[in-house]
């Protein structure tokens, strides 16, 4: 015997909906935070650092989807 959490049916809900390309160039843009293991080596002061990171697009192609 299980009880089922509320947010299983919003979750099951959200996975069989269509995703918004928006959505998804946002998502691939966000900034992220890396953590301790993922740090950027500086080549000005030969380290590593924390560092957060950021994609960006410059131009997208005639014909995206």
Request: hydrophobic residues 30%; aromatic residues 10%.
């Amino acid at each position: 015997v299980f009880i089922e959490h509320e947010s299983v049916a919003l979750t099951r809900q959200q996975q069989s909906e269509p995703i918004n390309l928006d959505y998804c160039l946002e998502a691939f843009t966000k900034e992220e935070h890396l953590g301790e293991d993922e740090k950027y080596y500086c080549s000005k002061c030969r380290e590593h650092q924390v560092a957060n990171k950021k994609l960006q697009i410059w131009r997208l192609p005639p014909i995206l989807v």
